[in-house]
């Protein structure tokens, strides 16, 4: 059984920053990309990022680019979210996935075979 555990969530200020852990465990799986994703409040489920581990490339979600950084290692299917200078609409519970699936891109979150159970972020004011 494979296991994804996010850590690093927790309360912070507007405009301060957090780092999102995300490491999978149990069953030996190779995955091709890893990405996170977002869901506030009566909100639906959001892309926040991804990376392809083969060609390193990155994906953000719409205006994320450079507010948030994602990045990692396919070794042991680890990824990390830079986030920085946080507004009080990211507050939402951020999750990470992985994928088995070889693809020109990751937002869609059916893409994905492999999920933790979130970390909540709270930015207040």
């Known amino acids: 059984q494979v296991q994804l555990v996010e850590s690093g969530g927790g309360w912070v200020q507007r405009g301060g920053s957090l780092r999102l852990s995300c490491a999978g465990s149990?069953?030996?799986?190779?995955?091709?990309?890893m990405g996170w994703f977002r869901q506030a409040p009566g909100k639906n489920r959001e892309f926040v990022a991804a990376?392809?581990?083969?060609?390193?490339?990155?994906y953000y979600g719409d205006s994320l680019k450079g507010h948030f950084i994602i990045s990692g290692h396919s070794d042991n299917n680890t990824v990390y979210l830079q986030m920085n200078n946080l507004r009080l609409d990211d507050t939402a519970v951020y999750s990470c996935?992985?994928?088995?699936?070889?693809?020109?891109?990751?937002?869609?979150?059916?893409?994905?075979?492999?999920w933790g159970q979130g970390t909540q972020v709270t930015v207040s004011s």
């Open positions: 996935a992985a994928s088995l699936l070889n693809a020109d891109h990751y937002r869609w979150p059916v893409y994905y075979d492999y």
């Open positions: 149990g069953q030996t799986f190779r995955s091709l990309a």
């Open positions: 990376i392809k581990w083969s060609t390193a490339v990155t």
